[in-house]
């Protein structure tokens, strides 16, 4: 789906920037079972669906914050439509409490959950392309650096992306440090780089950071809830990107 035509009549990109969960890896079904489990394995509320959606790209335990601001003692009263995502406005709930609930969700993820995160069937071959192309990529995730470095190992693609940030490193989406910081360190300027993503923080970050983005409608956001940051465009598939490159 193009959304502004004459966007991008002539122009032609260095640095692709990619999230990852429900843009290269189909990994949102897993995430949103793991904190249900999570929750009711420490007799917490279970989120809404939409709710956890909408938390898919911050760090863990920014997420935890939003979901459960209370901490083990939260009542699920749709927080994340009622709070921004500032680290500062998160003041209830002991540091201690969301590391429980932080590692409780890696148990599940890791070890006990058994819902299978394949990358996307057109992923690998789009990012081989760009690869091939002469694109810079890069990729900005909710991960853990961690978890970022197990997915690379998993599934080969960790030797395409030549720059990452994670959301243990540095401020959380929607804030543009991540892909600012990528800029930085790559020499890249603004109107050079594009981000693609499934979710409304990958897509605001972009607009805060002032790049362009695109967005994948088959991960945590549906077409509608992505087109309130104006990305360029909007894909059905990893391999429509192509067409707006």
């Avoid at 959301?167 to 929607?174: L, Q």
Wanted: charged share 20%.
């Amino acid at each position: 789906m193009r959304v502004q035509s004459n966007r991008f009549d002539a122009r032609k990109y260095d640095l692709v920037i990619f999230d990852w969960d429900g843009t290269l890896m189909d990994s949102i079904g897993k995430i949103i079972v793991c904190i249900e489990n999570m929750a009711r394995a420490l007799i917490l509320p279970i989120p809404a669906e939409s709710d956890i959606r909408d938390i898919i790209g911050l760090s863990m335990t920014e997420a935890l914050r939003v979901l459960f601001p209370l901490g083990l003692n939260s009542s699920v009263s749709s927080a994340y439509s009622q709070h921004s995502h500032s680290k500062n406005e998160f003041s209830q709930g002991e540091d201690d409490e969301y590391q429980r609930m932080r590692a409780e969700f890696k148990t599940q993820y890791l070890h006990l959950d058994t819902t299978p995160t394949p990358l996307f069937a057109q992923a690998p071959i789009l990012i081989d392309d760009l690869h091939k192309q002469g694109y810079q990529l890069a990729v900005a995730t909710g991960k853990a650096r961690a978890g970022l470095e197990r997915v690379f190992e998993q599934t080969g693609l960790g030797r395409y992306f030549i720059a990452s940030r994670c959301a243990d490193e540095v401020h959380s989406k929607p804030h543009p440090e991540m892909i600012s910081s990528l800029l930085k360190e790559l020499n890249i300027a603004p109107n050079r780089a594009l981000m693609v993503g499934d979710s409304l923080l990958d897509l605001t970050m972009a607009a805060n950071a002032g790049i362009d983005s695109v967005g994948v409608t088959y991960g945590a956001h549906s077409a509608e809830k992505l087109l309130r940051a104006k990305p360029i465009a909007l894909i059905d598939s990893p391999a429509q990107l192509l067409r707006y490159l």
